[in-house]
């Protein structure tokens, strides 16, 4: 990780998050971690993404370095969040998203709120609506029996993100229409054992990423044949030169 650089820590709206700011340029690339993932995942990345404009990376409330959150988070509590970032710590606009996992849900809410301020989404192994209200049903055994034993040890905390998803869901709904702005969904092609994830999972879960390319006129879906989950930690190289196809398809 020694590419990563230098984090800080600013309060925004009473909650504290810790940030990176490094690269120059446009666009400003905004990347949304996953669920419970720090901004040293995207570790790989760097520092050949920072030649490609400004980059910022940080954590949500009650991920890495940032404190629990204080209050719910709602999608639209983390969006607030994430644009009172970008304007305290001076990060201009047109705004490039890439969002890993369920961190897609709130670069799909942020498009639409912010639509005006936002170029392009890229879409890494996330999470689309239908997967929370889906997915659910199809999990196997050894799933059902994992999230048991993680409540168990670790109780959820009301506030976080996860124990609000339906909500978040709800809210991408209710918002308005996804722009018709550069999108490209790059899903994980390798298979996990079906003892782990049904047949009927990944089929849901892949009309789902179909789904999430069809949010724009402008939606491609690409497959990291090599990779699970985590196409930034096991296929790298290709992140980034779909990432630098996406900002060609961004209109200067």
């Keep these: 990780m020694k590419h990563l650089p230098k984090s800080k820590s600013i309060a925004v709206g009473g909650q504290v998050l810790r940030f990176s700011l490094s690269g120059e340029g446009s666009p400003t ?3 949304i971690n996953g669920s419970g993932g720090p901004l040293e995942g995207w570790h790989k990345l760097y520092p050949e ?3 490609l404009g400004t980059v910022v990376s940080y954590d949500r409330p009650g991920v890495g370095a940032s404190p629990r959150p204080k209050e719910a988070q709602l999608g ?7 644009r009172g970032l970008l304007r305290e710590i001076g990060a201009k606009p047109p705004f490039l998203l ?3 996992s369920f961190g897609g849900l709130h670069a799909n809410l942020f498009a639409r709120v912010y639509s005006e301020d936002t170029c392009g989404v890229l879409f890494l192994e996330a999470t689309a609506p239908d ?3 889906n997915l659910k049903q199809y999990r196997s055994a050894m799933q059902r029996a994992v999230a048991g034993l993680l409540d168990r040890v670790s109780p959820p905390d009301p506030n976080d993100e996860i124990s609000n998803e339906e909500e978040t869901v709800a809210e991408i709904a209710e918002a308005p229409a996804f722009p018709p702005i550069p999108v490209t969904v790059l899903s994980g092609g390798k ?4 003892w782990m994830v049904s047949t009927a999972s990944v089929e849901e879960r892949a009309r789902n990423q179909e789904g999430l390319a069809r949010l724009s006129p402008l939606g491609e879906r ?3 044949k090599g990779s699970a989950h985590f196409p930034q930690m096991t296929e790298p190289q290709l992140v980034l ?3 630098k196809k996406l900002i060609a398809r961004v209109p200067r």
């Design 29 to 31: 690339i905004v990347m």
């Design 131 to 133: 997967d929370v209200a």
């Design 98 to 100: 890439v969002a890993h």
């Design 191 to 194: 298979r996990l054992p079906r």
């Design 49 to 51: 993404i920072e030649s």
């Design 76 to 82: 639209t509590t983390v969006v607030m969040q994430l």
């Design 241 to 243: 030169d779909e990432l």
């Design 222 to 224: 690409v497959i990291a």
